[in-house]
């Protein structure tokens, strides 16, 4: 399956749309600023009129038709303002309406491959995954004062990893971090006797089942399918997935939760 969103054909685009036709605001825009140039040209030519009129009749005599001529000019002067300013809000306006539109449009099919693409993430390489810290590990022998004067500097980790003791870099086991506070669990005793008496008693083994070994993480490759990796955590109860690079040492790690978060 392509991560790629589907092509909008051309006819259909949004952004072509909005270049071939304006906008319902801007045909409203462009008739409100001609009605109100309409009806400053109605002004203009009455005051022209009258000004015509009070000429012939001589009513006002010169010093009235000359003043009223000032008056007549400052208002000829104000509705050519007022005209030019309306043209310019119209054109400058039309054209910043039809911009906003196309960047909007822009930002809404931005956001919709967006999560077109979300939820195809088909493999584990897709998954958001963490990167492990190669400096924080473990080995059989590793005791319990040990671990614990490690976490002491990473409070937020809550899980341990155990390397093999051959130094290969190959995960054998995690451990839950309850496992090391609690009191079952010798300062001085090593996490190879300790997984040993896990095996051997039944009640502790019980105990501590679901926060180390198979039931609390997998090992999965970077290639493995998202679903098949759903599907062998929810059978094994793991809580973390673990993934492995070719020679098998672990890279990076994601939750059940994070898992479970890109499918839906």
């Known amino acids: 399956m392509s991560d790629k969103p589907q092509n909008i054909p051309a006819e259909k685009s949004p952004s072509n749309q909005s270049r071939t036709s304006d906008p319902p605001n801007t045909k409203m825009a462009f008739w409100m600023v001609m009605t109100m140039l309409g009806i400053l040209c109605v002004l203009v030519l009455s005051v022209l009129a009258l000004v015509c009129y009070k000429a012939q009749s001589s009513l006002w005599g010169d010093n009235g038709i000359i003043e009223f001529g000032k008056w007549t000019v400052s208002v000829l002067l104000g509705a050519f303002g007022a005209w030019i300013g309306g043209g310019a809000a119209y054109f400058f306006g039309k054209e910043n309406m039809v911009e906003s539109n196309r960047s909007t449009e822009a930002v809404l099919q931005i956001q919709q491959n967006t999560l077109q693409n979300t939820g195809k993430r088909d493999y584990v390489k897709d998954l958001p995954l963490a990167t492990i810290n190669s400096t924080f590990n473990f080995n059989p022998n590793s005791t319990k004062e040990y671990i614990v004067n490690c976490l002491t500097g990473h409070a937020d980790y809550w899980w341990v990893p155990v390397f093999d003791q051959e130094g290969k870099g190959i995960i054998e086991d995690l451990l839950h971090v309850r496992i ?61 997935g673990v993934v492995t690079d070719e020679k098998g040492k672990p890279t990076h790690c994601f939750t059940k939760q994070n898992l479970l978060t890109t499918q839906s």
């Open 180 to 240: 090391i506070w609690d009191d079952n669990f010798g300062d001085g005793e090593t996490v190879a006797a300790f997984l040993e008496r896990l095996a051997t008693q039944e009640t502790l083994g019980k105990k501590y089942e679901k926060l180390h070994g198979p039931s609390f993480f997998i090992k999965v490759t970077p290639d493995d399918k998202v679903a098949d990796t759903a599907r062998r955590m929810e059978k094994s109860g793991a809580a973390i």
